[in-house]
């Protein structure tokens, strides 16, 4: 059997309800590994990145929103989840996307509310299949910023490029 990545996001409203300690040790009953995690503060471009698919629902100006933290804090916990079957086992644990619908021993079920104007705040993110996983992970990791190597990897001359350093 192959090990694969999947992306995992506790998003702002688990962090601002402070469920991170709670999710995690759900997480931990799948026997994966986390081979990388950062806590983000997600831009515009990101979050439009991410939710690209879901760019022509009625609710993608609310999604952007919540996604980048404007509804609760400016935050979310990203990490790479890695092992056997890692994707199928994360999506079971976490529980349906709308948390009405979730089981209530999932992590949607116990955690997750739909807002008044239907935003479903479900706590965590989840990659849906491994194609996504990739391309999610892609887009939220680079690849030294995880422990084993999930995908290939090349090395290129980038230059003339500006980041911020300590002082």
């Known amino acids: ?9 506790i998003k702002p409203d688990g962090l601002k309800k402070s469920l991170t300690g709670n999710v995690l040790t759900r997480l931990s009953e799948t026997k994966l590994d986390i081979v990388a995690v950062k ?6 471009k990101l979050a439009e990145e991410h939710y690209s698919h879901m760019k022509d629902k009625p609710f993608f ?17 990203a990490m790479v989840y890695w092992g056997e079957k890692a994707t199928a086992k994360v999506r079971e644990i976490c529980g349906s ?19 008044t104007k239907g935003v479903y705040e479900n706590v965590i993110h989840a990659s849906t299949d491994k194609v996504e996983a990739e391309r999610e ?12 190597d999930v995908y290939p990897t090349k090395i290129a001359q ?3 490029t500006e980041k911020r350093v300590w002082a």
Do not use: C, Q
């Open 1 to 9: 059997m192959m090990k694969e990545a999947t992306l995992v996001l």
């Open 158 to 160: 980038v230059a003339k």
């Open 61 to 77: 100006g609310e999604l952007i929103k919540y996604i980048m933290g404007e509804f609760h804090k400016k935050k979310v916990m």
């Open 137 to 148: 992970i892609k887009l939220w990791f680079g690849p030294d910023d995880i422990i084993v």
């Open 97 to 115: 996307t709308n948390p009405e619908e979730a089981d209530a021993v999932s992590i949607r079920g116990a955690y997750g509310r739909i807002t």
């Open 39 to 44: 806590i983000v503060r997600v831009s515009r």
